[in-house]
């Protein structure tokens, strides 16, 4: 969850947990949406242009990591991207309900239960879900930085071009720069992982620079 994007709207909107930890049915392991049905779910649920690039940087970051870090075969990394595609799906049309209606929705559509769980954990504080697998840990780690760093190109005059690691990490320790971005939820990520914060900036930059 971010919510740069959303300056429109009050902070604080309610969000529920989901008070569940179990999610999808085994049975449609390996059952993924085409990518194509994705985007047509994300343009019929998101009017809000920057909230859809944002859920296409994130997916093209845990694509990028899955192929990259992880080894992952294709049918592997396409669960990382759609979980990225999708995490944040209901977040403008039911902002009440965010993360219970795109859940729901997966889960109708037979979903492989994966992806289901790493929607349901990219916010553990808001949705009572901890993250357990990498896919999970890693979309907590890059959601809110994803939309961190963007937020940090979009004050540079060339926005991502010649932007450094260091100038983000002093970005986060300015409290009032993207205020509504919760360091702590960045510190809580990354604690559960192996990779350092400058790695992961780095890693972001790289692979989030040419989504459109
Ligand atoms: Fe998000």
Redesign the pocket.
């Known amino acids: ?2 919510y740069i994007f959303t300056k429109n709207r009050p902070m604080s909107t309610p969000v529920l947990a989901l008070g569940r930890s179990v999610f999808g049915d085994p049975a449609n392991k390996g059952n993924l949406p085409h990518l194509e049905d994705a985007h047509a779910l994300l343009a019929e649920w998101v009017p809000n242009e920057r909230l859809r690039l ?2 296409k940087q ?1 997916a093209a970051v845990m694509k990028a990591w899955a192929l990259e870090r992880e080894g992952a075969d294709e049918l592997t990394a396409r669960k990382w991207e759609l979980a990225g595609l999708l ?2 799906a209901d ?1 403008e049309k039911y902002p009440e309900a965010h993360c219970r209606i795109i859940i729901e929705k997966l889960e109708e559509m037979n979903v492989d239960p994966d992806v289901i769980h790493t929607i349901a954990s ?2 553990p504080k808001h949705f009572g879900v901890e993250p357990e697998t990498k896919m999970d840990k890693m ?1 907590y780690v890059f ?2 930085l ?2 961190f760093i963007h937020a940090a190109a979009l004050i540079r005059p060339t926005r991502y071009e010649g932007m450094d690691v260091k100038s983000i990490l002093k970005k986060l320790k300015t409290a009032s720069f993207a205020a509504q971005v919760s360091r702590d939820d960045i510190n809580d990520a990354l604690s559960r992982i192996d990779t350092p914060l400058e790695e992961i900036i780095q890693f972001v930059i790289d692979h989030q620079k040419d989504v459109v």
């Open positions: 969850m971010i944002h859920m994130v995490h944040d977040w990219h916010g979309i959601d809110e994803s939309g």
